[in-house]
Structures are given as structure tokens and as C-alpha cells.
């Protein structure tokens, strides 16, 4: 598997003390005093708060950043609400009461404007674009992480939805929504059409993963305990993983309580959230159990409640805890590398009911709230990427060293000035 962080940055507690200071840089920045217009309650953006997003990384400078903080999403796009009205009401309009100001205009235009409600899973095509399912608004938010332009898939209209949880995409952008109210997986194509649904053994199914190369669909179902395996293509179940009727109380390696978020790695092994064990557990392709990681506590290190879990380029673990609102990066062997978050706020890195976190295949991590309703964006620097730039800093260095002297060997190539005649042996 993938390597650990750079050694260029500390690991191990060297990595938490440099997340507490980076935490430290992002709860104590300045808020800017300036009073703005009255607009409608969204989560205050990283300029709201004089944050330079640009600086916003873990760990902090000097060390290699090995997490950047890009955006956050909360919504459909905001309208311009300091665009003057196209037309001037006459009297007549106003005396009719049909003319609008530009306040009015602006309670209008947000009138069927969508905000994320409580999102929880998450995925991305193959175009790049962030889909949320939003249990809450009973809809599938697409995103448009570059210009946060934003389509959505709606219940009623394009699918049926009662109470979607999670979500997972193939290579060809079809698309798995998992629906515990509803009970099923509902299977929707690239033009957001719904082609199938997968309920056979099914009970409450929460979490999604694909293995694109073995053509397994992972779900998670919280009420049997179990990983539900099925053929992504056929949609037959194939195999169960865990037992079932114990009601949340085994503890046994191979076993679960409450499941919740699901991941593969490139090698085919399944990653579980096992929430109410506190841990991680690990199967391989065929199901067999490798082994678990995780023990109970509220502090970096340990779990309160494990909820979703990713895989990065390299290998690490990611794992995000909505009580400690909390993410943690851990190696294969269970050892921490480092965590965002400590205690619940709204700041860039700051979580409020973190629920599930997804990487892409542009290393970019992606986690979704639901105190209040958001996502935020962050990048992954892969080890490649730091071992350059840690090569980088290294020439600069040694360039920056051989083009100055020291001033013994400058002195020592200076040639002596002669010695000045006397005067009285002209």
C-alpha cells in the first residue's frame, strides 16, 4: 500500500501537535467589523471572516502542507441581490400593489431557492462534478466544484425519494443511491434516470462503496449488521458480511454495530465504519477479515462514533466522527497521522455534524455536514507531490548556500593591498 506522509513532516505526535496549531490559526482568525446588508441565513463563508482560504493548510508552514482547505457548498448559487431592478415601477403599479423593490425582488427570487438540509453521502462523475444526497430536501445536489453551478435530481420530478443516505458512482457515471426509508438501492443512468432498484435482503441500507474492478456493490445496513455484497452489474446479491438478529451487541473481528460508511482501495480490500464499535475494519475481495483498528475515546487517536471512511491515492485512511466533529488520517496499521477538527464550529476545517467524506481521482477530499447543511472542499497532496517539494525546497537551499561565500574564503581571494612607500626613500 501507499506509503506513510513525507518525512519531511513529523508523524505520529509531531503531526497532532502541528494540527492543534494549525486548528489554533483558524479558530483566533480576525473577523472583519464592517456591517453588511441583511441577506438570508447561509453558512458564513471563509471571506466573511477575513480567512485567507490560501493559507488555510495542514500542517502549518514551515512543514510540507499536506492538506489544503479549497471551498465549501451550501447550496444552489446565491442570486445577485445588489442588481438594480430592470424596470422602474410606475405610480399606478405601486398604487396597485403590484410593483416589487429590490428587497422584494430578492425574497422573490429566493422563494424556490434550494439550500443543502442535512447532506450525507457523497460522490463524483467522471466530469469532476460533487453529487449530495440531502436527506432533508429529499433531493440529489449536483455541484460544479469550479464555477458552483448546481443541477439537482429531484424527488417527485426525476426519482422518488423517502429518506436517501448514500451515494456511489461506476466509471460510466451510473449512479447507486441508497434509500432506508424506502428501503432500497435505487440505480440511476449518466442522463439521471432511474434504470432499477436493488432491495433483496435489504433492511435499512445507509452506506454505498463500488469495486469498479471486481463489479461488487457494498451496502451497508444498519439495521441487519451486515455488508450486503451484490453484483454491480446484475444487481443479484452475492454474499452477506457479519450476522445479523444480535441486536448492535457482537464485538467479535468480522463483526458489526450499526455500520455505516464503506470504502474499497484500489487492491479490492473494503474498508467499514463500524459506529457503534468505534472502530475500522478491514475484509479483503473475497469477504475474509484482515483486521480492525479504533478504540474508544474523544480524543485525537480514538473514536466516539466512526461514521464515514476513504481511501486516499496512497493508501491513507480517512475517517470522519460526527460526535467529535472530528477527521483523522490514519495509516493501514491504524496509526494516526493527523486530524482536522476539535469541537463542533463553522470555520474552514471546523465541523458541525460531519457525516461522510469521499475522495476523487483528483485527490480532492469532500465532507458533508448537517449543523448546518454544507460541504466543505479540501485537497490531498499526495506523497509524490510533497517528495517533490521537498526536493525543490532542497535545491533552493543548496543554491541559495553556493551563491554566498563565507567570508573567510572571500577574504582569502581578496589580494592584499601593496604596501605604501615611505616618503623619505623617494
Do not use: C
Not at 492543534?20 to 482568525?29: A, E, G, I, N, P
Not at 447532506?119 to 440531502?134: I, N, T, W
Request: charged share 25%.
Amino acid at each position: 500500500m501507499g506509503e506513510r506522509f513525507h518525512n519531511s513532516v513529523p508523524s505520529g505526535r509531531g503531526w497532532l501537535a502541528l494540527a492543534v496549531l494549525s486548528l489554533m490559526l483558524v479558530s483566533t482568525s480576525p473577523s472583519f467589523g464592517q456591517k453588511k446588508k441583511a441577506q438570508p441565513a447561509t453558512t458564513a463563508t471563509p471571506s466573511d471572516v477575513g480567512i485567507d482560504i490560501r493559507k488555510v493548510v495542514w500542517p502549518q508552514p514551515p512543514n510540507i502542507a499536506r492538506i489544503k482547505y479549497e471551498a465549501y457548498f451550501a447550496g444552489e448559487k446565491l442570486p445577485d441581490f445588489n442588481a438594480k431592478p430592470k424596470k422602474k415601477s410606475g405610480w399606478m403599479d405601486r398604487v396597485a400593489g403590484t410593483a416589487q423593490n429590490q428587497d422584494n425582488g430578492s425574497a422573490e427570487a429566493m422563494r424556490n431557492h434550494f439550500f443543502l438540509g442535512e447532506p450525507h453521502g457523497l460522490a463524483v462523475d467522471s466530469k469532476g462534478k460533487l453529487y449530495v444526497a440531502d436527506s432533508k430536501v429529499a433531493a440529489i445536489f449536483i455541484f460544479d466544484p469550479e464555477t458552483h453551478d448546481t443541477q439537482m435530481i429531484k424527488n417527485g420530478k426525476d426519482a422518488s425519494f423517502k429518506l436517501i443516505m448514500g451515494l456511489a458512482m461506476d466509471d460510466n457515471d451510473r449512479m447507486f443511491v441508497a434509500d432506508s426509508g424506502a428501503r432500497h438501492v435505487l440505480v440511476i443512468n449518466s442522463q439521471h434516470h432511474v434504470e432499477a432498484s436493488i432491495s433483496e435482503g435489504m433492511s435499512n441500507p445507509v452506506g454505498l462503496a463500488l469495486d469498479t474492478e471486481n463489479r461488487f456493490l457494498y451496502v451497508t445496513d444498519v439495521d441487519l449488521d451486515q455488508i450486503l455484497v451484490y453484483d454491480a452489474d446484475s444487481f443479484q446479491l452475492l454474499r452477506k458480511i457479519g450476522t445479523t438478529g444480535k441486536d448492535h451487541t457482537l464485538t467479535t473481528p468480522g463483526d458489526f454495530a450499526k455500520p455505516s460508511g464503506v470504502a474499497v482501495d484500489p487492491d479490492g480490500n473494503l474498508f467499514v465504519a463500524d459506529m457503534l464499535n468505534a472502530r475500522i475494519e478491514i475484509f479483503d475481495a473475497d469477504g475474509n477479515f484482515i483486521r480492525a483498528f479504533g478504540k474508544r475515546g474523544d480524543g485525537p487517536g480514538y473514536f466516539a462514533m466512526p461514521k464515514g471512511v476513504a481511501i486516499d491515492a496512497d493508501g491513507h485512511i480517512w475517517v470522519t466522527d460526527p460526535q467529535q466533529n472530528r477527521m483523522q488520517v490514519y495509516t493501514q496499521e491504524g496509526q494516526l497521522l493527523i486530524y482536522i477538527g476539535n469541537g463542533q464550529g463553522l470555520l474552514p476545517g471546523m465541523f458541525s455534524g460531519v457525516q461522510y467524506v469521499t475522495i476523487d481521482k483528483q485527490n480532492r477530499v469532500f465532507t458533508s455536514e448537517v449543523f448546518p447543511g454544507r460541504v466543505q472542499e479540501f485537497r490531498y497532496v499526495t506523497q509524490a507531490e510533497a517528495t517533490e517539494e521537498f526536493k525543490r525546497r532542497e535545491a533552493a537551499k543548496k543554491d541559495k548556500s553556493a551563491g554566498q561565500k563565507p567570508a573567510a574564503a572571500e577574504a582569502a581571494t581578496v589580494p592584499e593591498k601593496p604596501a605604501a612607500k615611505d616618503s623619505a626613500a623617494k
